[in-house]
C-alpha cells in the first residue's frame, strides 16, 4: 500500500513521523520542502510536486492550515483531485468548516476518489506521543481501510456519522477551547488588579474543579511565560472564524465566540499570533485596556 503525507507543520510531521515510527514507507510532499528534511532523514521519501505525491498513492493524508490552502492543493490541473489514483482514498485531517469539508468530499467523488473527513483533537505533544484523537465523517468501509493508521497516529477513533460530522465536533470543541482560555486569562487578571498574586491564583485555580485539563497542560506555559506553539494562536483566530461561518450558515447566534475571536484577531494583531494559543493569557493580563 503506497501512502502519502502532505502537509508538515507542527501537526503533519509529527503524525507523519509516527507512521515511519510504525513501519509505513512514506512520501511526503509540502510547499517548503525544508520542513520535509527531517523525515527524509528518517526514511520518507520526498516528492517533487503535488502531481508526484499522490498519482500513485492508495492513501493520501492531508494536514493544512485552512481552507484557502487546501483548494490551492486540491484543486487545478496540478492539484489532488485530478491527478490522484481513482478510488484511491482521501483522510483531511485539516481544521475547516463542515460546508467546506462537504464540496471538498463532493469534488473527489465527482473524480473517482472516496474521502473521509478526520480532523484531530489534541496539540503538538499530544501529536508526538501518537495520541490524538481522530474525528471521523465518511464511510465505514473507508474509515476501516484508514484505521490502521489512524491508529498510529491516535489512542481514539470516533465515528460521528457522515462527512462532515467529524469537523462539526471539531468546530464543538474548539470553541470550548478557545473560550475557556479567555475566561481563566479573564480571571486571573480580575485577581491581578485586585491585588492578588498571579502565581497563587494560577495555583489555586489549576488544583479545582472549575479548570480543564487543557487548561492545567498549559500551567507550565503561564508560569514560565515560554509560549512557543503547539497550538498557534493564529489558528485558534481562524478557528473562530471557521465557527462563526458555520454559524451563519446554520442561521444561529454564537455572540460569546465573536467576542473570542475580535480577542484573539487583536492579539493576533499586537504580534502573537505564531505563539501558543495560551499567549493570550500574557496578552490578556498584561493589556490594560
Not at 35 to 49: H, I, N, R, T, V
Not at 56 to 67: E, F, G, Q, R, V
Not at 114 to 129: F, I, M, N, Q, W
Not at 238 to 264: F, G, R
Request: charged share 25%; net charge neutral; glycine share 8%.
Amino acid at each position: 500500500m503506497k501512502i502519502t503525507f502532505i502537509g508538515l507543520g507542527i501537526m503533519g510531521s509529527r503524525m507523519a513521523a509516527n507512521l515511519i515510527k510504525g513501519g509505513n514507507e512514506l512520501l511526503v510532499w509540502n510547499r517548503s520542502q525544508g520542513k520535509a528534511e527531517a523525515l527524509k532523514q528518517s526514511g520518507a521519501k520526498l516528492a517533487s510536486s503535488v502531481v508526484a505525491a499522490v498519482k500513485d498513492a492508495d492513501i493520501l493524508i492531508t494536514m493544512l492550515s485552512s481552507p484557502e490552502v487546501i483548494e490551492e492543493i486540491a484543486l487545478g490541473k496540478e492539484g489532488i483531485i485530478m491527478n490522484a489514483k481513482k478510488n484511491s482514498l482521501w483522510i483531511n485531517t485539516s481544521t475547516v468548516n463542515p460546508s467546506f469539508v462537504e464540496e471538498m468530499a463532493a469534488k473527489a467523488k465527482e473524480a473517482g476518489l472516496r474521502y473521509l473527513d478526520a480532523p484531530v483533537s489534541g496539540s503538538k505533544g499530544v501529536a508526538e506521543k501518537g495520541e490524538l484523537i481522530f474525528l471521523v465523517g465518511g464511510d465505514n468501509k473507508d474509515l476501516e481501510d484508514a484505521r490502521p493508521l489512524l491508529s498510529i497516529m491516535g489512542k481514539s477513533i470516533n465515528h460521528l456519522g457522515k462527512v462532515g460530522d467529524g469537523t462539526k465536533m471539531k468546530m464543538v470543541i474548539n470553541l470550548v477551547l478557545a473560550q475557556s482560555m479567555i475566561a481563566f486569562s479573564e480571571a486571573v487578571n480580575l485577581g491581578v488588579t485586585s491585588g492578588l498574586d498571579e502565581s497563587s491564583i494560577v495555583n489555586i485555580l489549576s488544583e479545582s474543579p472549575v479548570v480543564s485539563p487543557f487548561l492545567k497542560l498549559k500551567k507550565s506555559k503561564l508560569e514560565s511565560k515560554n509560549f512557543s506553539p503547539e497550538f498557534s494562536l493564529k489558528w485558534a483566530h481562524k478557528d473562530l472564524h471557521l465557527i462563526l461561518q458555520t454559524a451563519y450558515e446554520s442561521n444561529i447566534s454564537l455572540p460569546l465566540t465573536a467576542i473570542a475571536k475580535e480577542v484573539y484577531g487583536m492579539a493576533k494583531q499586537d504580534g502573537k499570533g505564531d505563539e501558543d494559543i495560551s499567549a493570550i493569557y500574557e496578552y490578556l493580563v498584561s493589556k490594560k485596556f
